[in-house]
């Protein structure tokens, strides 16, 4: 099915006449946040932000930005994401470059970060030596979160696709933490040797059959890092497989969860040999980041 097309606008029209147009026609199809897409989309067109969007809301928008500004609202009418049209996602309060082969990065990731920090603070200060592994990295989102946080952390970040990687590395070399970060093709850790003391992972968790079922923004993900398998669980199988060779003493695995899954996660993880603690709800309740470590024997000191 066709996109819908906006009006075209017009070069006279002012751009808060714009940034009304555009929301009007946003809410019209159905878009969650009609107000904000507008503001973002003038603001990228006109490299204006909120505060000058507002100062400058009478001023005519000009042939060229009308025209531009016209072209991405008829993107966005098609349901492709405010972020890969603007080609980049803050994440942690870091603006991240995207390309086709990453995963937008969502809020609710934000949670594997929270859960991290929190087990890292478990075990001493924030500024001590720390190794970190990000399986499955994509965009770097979550390495390179840990790594702003974690001034004396090196890192290390996997992913099947190259192009992703790419993607990564630049964000890591915008964000000055390439002296510490470095990345790797392969399967989640099957690249890496241990100890770390902090492995993360948002691992694609979509049973295979609910794809066709995600809204149409998500589907703009690349289908390797949504697909989890039958039953969703198949990235999770791998980590749990390999996670023991991986932690150093002391050391957590932080991974996100998809709804409903905390319970299947934890009882993966625990027969890997992982003792696993209640998942950390993300901003609507939803159990979104589970901790584990190498569970201890009783004949352990």
Known sequence: MAAPAPEPLAAAASVAQARRALADAF?????????????LLAGHVLGLSHTELTLDGARPLGDQAAHALTVLATRRLGREPIARILGF???????????????????ET??????????????????RTLR??????GSGALLIALLTELPNATGAGTDLSADALAAARDNAARLC???????AIGDFGAPLTGAFDLVVSNPPYIPSGD?????????????????????????????????????????????????????????????????????????????RALSAHIARSRHDG
């Open 27 to 39: 809410r019209k199809a159905g878009l969650d946040s009609p107000e904000l897409d507008a503001r």
């Open 89 to 107: 996602k803050e994440f942690w309060g870091l603006p991240l470059r995207l390309n086709e082969a990453t995963l937008v990065p969502r809020p």
């Open 110 to 127: 934000e949670t594997v970060v929270e859960a991290a920090l929190a087990a890292i603070d478990q075990n001493g200060p924030r500024t």
């Open 132 to 137: 970190i592994a990000d399986l499955g990295t």
């Open 177 to 183: 933490v390439t002296p510490r970060a470095e990345f």
């Open 211 to 287: 794809i066709a079922a995600l809204a149409p923004e998500v589907h703009r993900d690349p289908r390797l890092a949504l697909d989890g398998g039958a039953d969703g669980l198949d990235a999770y199988r791998t980590i749990a497989g390999q996670a023991r060779a991986l932690l150093g003493d002391g050391g957590y695995l932080v991974v996100e969860l998809g709804i409903g899954q905390e319970q299947a996660v934890a009882t993966l993880f625990r027969k890997a040999g992982l003792a696993p603690s209640l998942a950390r709800p993300d901003l609507s309740g939803i159990p």
